[in-house]
Every structure is written in structure tokens, then in C-alpha cells.
């Protein structure tokens, strides 16, 4: 049984918070941030106005596939402590409200887009509510173990749709940005997974540690990472990533690969410490490399857009590129 | 939904927080639709 109907309601009536809740924000925010990116690294002359507004329905639609996320997947979100607390596995929200306001947002977001900017972003935008909704949400995430992996494609294209958005094509360099975001997903994800795999287990969400077991997911880890640190230096040799990026790339790449091989060398996600209290953030002393990597991948990618973003408002000194 | 007719005054408040919220939403809707029409009608303008 998926989606809602199965859960209890409850008496707490929604506030417009709640709603907010539904389009995870969060979430959004990292969408715009690399959005933005792509738009201002494709270096066309936009209208700011209508560059906010592409913007503003890049958000939206992001906001909006979340909501239908939250519709179908809240029998599962309700069996794990970091969810349990959502709009509608709590109750505070009906799951057909969920349905409705994502469907309401992904229209107006493809529209406005369309209508204002023009197709190709929208129909990317399309494509990537479609993806993330239907083909991860529906299909994936509760399938395969490659659920990540594959699923990873929606959270990797926003720059994409941005830079389709200034220019009205999607070169080259665009693609190696939603290359980056790509590659960098499995590390991510399955160092959270290694830490929180119980809870995966507990939802029946068939996670690489939950399928194949922690060793081989620490050995993933490490392999995607070998794949994403030099990928990550790319842009400084297509134009697109200058000086600065490529210390940076190098420099942060460095870091995470010595952090992946620690992953590697750990124990993380093998076995349960009695020790372990239930909160929500708590992690087993094994999985503290796991963790560290977690945090780190989000500051890696962080930085890597920033400093792209940087270079092209402030007009750097490229490296060359060829 | 609560009926607006037996709801007490938690259901009241949030049930007016939803309907300001909307409210803001439509507006700025509005005024984006204008803006994308005057900038739009700006551009092909200045295009002749």
C-alpha cells in the first residue's frame, strides 16, 4: 500500500506552514543556488526580470515534485525518524492536498516558464518533475538499489534548465555541470545511507547497504569518488572553471577522496552499537567517517558552484581550457 | 477541512493563515503576469 490513504488523520489542523513544509524548501534553495549557476556561467545577456522568473518556476517546479514526493511516499516517510515528522505521515496535511498543490505548481511553474523564457527550459523542467516524480519516486526508490544512482539525474539537471534558460540552448559545459551533481550523488547519499540504513530497512527501501550489505556500499563509495574528483577539475580545462576553481577542485578533491578512503577502511553501517540512543541525528561511533564524508560532499559541491559563480561575476582569469 | 461554522479557534486561526497565504500567492501571480507582459511588450518594442 503506498501514498496516504492508509495513514491516520489527525485533529491538528494545516497552517500555511505546513504546505511551505511539502515543497522542502532546503532542498530549493540548493535547486536555485546551482540554477543560478548555470544561468550565470552561460554568460548570455538576460532581462533580469525575466531571469528572476526563471528562477522563481526552476524553485517552484522543484517545490512541486517534492509535494508529489510527499503524496506518494508517505507510508514509508511515516516508518522512519527522519520523516516521520512530514506534513502528511504526521497527518497535518491530506495526501490528496499534497497531490493537488503539486500538480497545481508543476502547471504553473512549466507554464510560466515556457511562456516567459521559453521551451527548452520548460520542457527540461518538465522532464525533471517528471523524472524525480514518476521514475524515482514511483518506480525506483522502491525497486532497486540503484534507486540513487539513476534517481540522481533530477537533482543534477537545475543547472541545466538555467543555462537553457539564458541562452536557449544546453552546451557542452552545461551537461558537465549536471555531470558533476550526477557523479557526486552515490557518494553522498550512500554515506548517509550507511548511517541510517536501519531505518531504510525498517520502510522496506531497498538501499545499496540494505541490499548489498555496508562492505560493498563503502567499496561504491570509494569507486564513484575515483570517478567524480577528476571529473570535478574538467571545467577548468573546457573554459568554463578558471584558476581559483581548479585549486579549488583539486584542493577539495583531495580531501574527499582521502575521506572516501576512509569510508573504505571503516567499519561504517556493519554492525548495530548497543550504545546507540534514538535520536534522530545520532551516529554509531563506526559510522563517524561516513558521516565526515557526508558532510564534507555537501561542502565540496557547495564551493565548487560557488567558486564558479564567483569567477563569472567577478570575471577571474580563466585557465586556459582548450 | 474543518466546517467554518463549528471550528474552534486553532482551526479559525490556521484556517485564515491558509487563506492570507493564498492570497499573497494569487497576488504575486498577478503582478507577475503583469510584468512578464510589460517587459515582453518592452522587448518587441525596442525590436521594432
Redesign the interface.
Known sequence: MTMSSALPTSRA?????D?LQLLKPRVMSLVVFTAITGMVCAEAPI?P??GA?AV?CIAVGAGASASLNMWFDADIDAKMRRTRGRPVPAGRVQGADALALGVVLSM?SIM?LG??VNWLAAGLLAFTIVFYAVVYTMWLKRSTPQNIVIGGLAGALPPVIGWAAATGTVPLNAWLLCAIIFMWTPPHFWALSLYTSEDYEKAGVPMMPVVAGAKSTRKQILIYSLLFTPLCLVPAFTGLGGMTYLAVAAGGGVIFLVLAWRVFKSRAGDAADPRQDDGLYDVKAAAKDARNLFAFSILYLTLLFATLLAEHLLDLPAFGGF | MSDPQNEGPVDAKARRGRNIALALGLALFMVLVFVVTIVRLGASTANG
Open positions: 489542523p494545516a497552517r500555511w506552514q504546505f532581462n526580470i525575466l522568473i522563481l504553473f510560466l511562456m516567459t
